[in-house]
């Protein structure tokens, strides 16, 4: 049976607009502000073999909430990026444990 590795990457907007890979398996990236682009590090990642899995964004939502009132202020803002990629493991037998 076929086994798997995962890479969790969670990407934040910079300065500049553009989201960058912050974080890689809970490790801060290096520089990572003036990184490569969420879009370039996936790229780099699938030429290495790792295949995009999941992504999905974390908006953050605000709500300025009133009692007594019939209208509220809500506002929500894409804040960050989470990206799983998977790639088959090296070296494992397809025999189980």
């Known amino acids: 049976m076929q086994k798997w590795e995962y890479s969790f990457v969670f990407a934040t907007v910079t300065n500049d607009g553009e989201f960058r890979p912050?974080?890689?398996n809970d490790q801060e990236l290096d520089d990572w502000q003036a990184g490569l682009t969420m879009y370039d590090y996936a790229n780099r990642l699938g030429e290495s073999g790792w295949e995009l899995f999941s992504c999905h964004p974390i908006v953050f939502t605000q709500s300025n909430w009133q009692p007594l009132?019939?209208?509220?202020?809500?506002?929500?803002?894409?804040?960050?990026?989470?990206m799983v990629f998977k790639?088959?493991?090296?070296?494992?037998?397809?025999?189980?444990c």
């Open 22 to 24: 912050r974080f890689a």
């Open 69 to 82: 009132r019939e209208t509220q202020s809500i506002s929500s803002e894409l804040r960050a990026i989470e």
């Open 87 to 96: 790639r088959p493991k090296k070296g494992d037998s397809d025999s189980p």
